[in-house]
């Protein structure tokens, strides 16, 4: 069977729901938090030399980039089909290219000839790296595409909060480019000590905060939900952190050839306004907003929220049906989903929310839902007397309906 002839089975299999499997990815310089339900056993399968795997990708069609050793597809998320004589595996990049508009509506296929957005879990024992992603300008320098991300901390996967609970976000105010500066150029002399010019907010689950491009960020251990445009472009800024020291390269990840060594070059990633804004809290912390009247939404049975809303490339929601309640949902765009909490039904699907995975294993939790059929609403039952269905949806850049 073709290719092709397999998305479109697939595509009709699921009247338009596409199920996919889920997508690990490891991480060298960072301790798992095993908060993803990843089985205790395999967070190191791929061997001591890949790091951990604290990582779930989600309707990604966006390669990871990890240096020489990344796997064949790392990153890439995969569309389950079973053709009747078994289940067979296509890359959801490829039904994308395959299915253009089809799938994920023209007007995203027509402006950006693909899935132009992915969201992940990343799962950290402790703190990451005070680091930036660069904007379109800067990563285009590289051949990639500019970095806005969101997060979100999910309840369900936040029994615990790590080590160290709380993100540094920006440049205290006051602070001068030259101390920046310095700091860069000591990154070889053990401890750079940036994060002493940048203030730390504690994280709370079920919020979560909006990270533009050419922000400074060191990422809190809470398990997050993040959002982001379709790209794996970063440096890290910060040279020691949680007693491990972070490798030089990653200093200069992001960095043409050409300038590598310049550190006036890792000054002009930084969005300096941005960063030294004294109202971080007021401009990039996200508080869940209902999509329309509350009460309205519980006489239907359900509950919806944005979680991510400040940035044009992306958004996300949470979407609780209630205990034995049926409803239908409709969304003006194409987007992936990841069920949190229960099981029922979702369209054709059977959906249900595994408490243990091992690595390889096939699940029913992760779909990707074609434009037509958000638009004409999908049916989705919770059969349970007493636990509701839970899914977060993250949806591409200038979905029409969001609309606060």
């Known amino acids: 069977m073709g290719l092709s002839s397999i998305a479109e089975k697939a595509l009709e299999q699921g009247k338009g729901i596409l199920r996919l499997a889920p997508t690990w990815v490891p991480r060298s310089f960072c301790v798992p938090g095993r908060r993803i339900k990843l089985h205790p056993d395999d967070y190191y399968v791929l061997g001591g030399v890949r790091g951990g795997i604290d990582e779930r990708w989600l309707s990604s069609t966006t390669p990871a980039k990890n240096g020489p050793l990344t796997g064949e597809n790392e990153g890439l998320s995969a569309i389950v089909y079973d053709d009747g004589n078994g289940e067979q595996q296509i890359l959801l990049k490829d039904a994308v290219d395959e299915l253009k508009g089809a799938l994920i509506g023209d007007r995203l296929w027509d402006e950006y000839q693909s899935w132009p957005m992915y969201s992940k879990f990343f799962d950290n024992m402790g703190p990451l790296p005070h680091h930036i992603h660069h904007n379109d300008e800067h990563a285009a320098l590289i051949g990639q595409n500019g970095k806005p991300e969101a997060y979100y901390f999910p309840p369900q996967l936040n029994n615990h909060g790590g ?169 003006a765009a194409a987007y992936g989903i990841i069920v949190m909490q229960g099981h029922g039904k979702f369209g054709e699907w059977d959906i249900e929310t595994p408490a243990l995975i091992r690595y390889g294993q096939l699940t029913h939790d992760e779909f990707f839902i074609s434009e037509k059929a958000a638009t004409e609403g999908v049916v989705i039952s919770n059969p349970s007397k007493t636990d509701p269905i839970v899914i977060l949806k993250h949806f591409g850049p200038g979905n029409p309906d969001l609309v606060l």
């Open 163 to 331: 080590d160290f609970p709380y993100t540094f976000f920006g440049i205290t105010p006051g602070t001068t480019k030259e101390q920046i500066k310095e700091c860069l150029m000591n990154f070889n002399k053990g401890d750079n000590k940036i994060t002493n010019f940048s203030s730390a907010f504690r994280l709370e689950p079920g919020t979560g905060w909006d990270v533009p491009p050419g922000m400074l960020h060191a990422p809190g251990s809470l398990c997050t939900y993040e959002p982001q445009k379709a790209s794996d472009v970063f440096a890290m800024y910060q040279s020691l952190v949680n007693e491990a020291i972070v490798p030089e390269e990653l200093l200069w990840n992001g960095t043409p050839e050409n300038r590598k060594g310049d550190y006036d070059q890792l000054m002009e990633v930084i969005d300096w306004d941005l960063n030294v804004n004294p109202n971080l809290l007021e401009t990039r912390f996200m508080r869940p907003k209902s999509v329309k009247d509350d009460a309205e939404m519980e006489a239907e049975g359900y509950s919806e929220k944005w979680v991510c809303y400040l940035n044009e490339a992306f958004s996300a929601k949470e979407l609780t049906v209630f205990p034995g309640k049926t409803v239908t949902i409709k969304d």
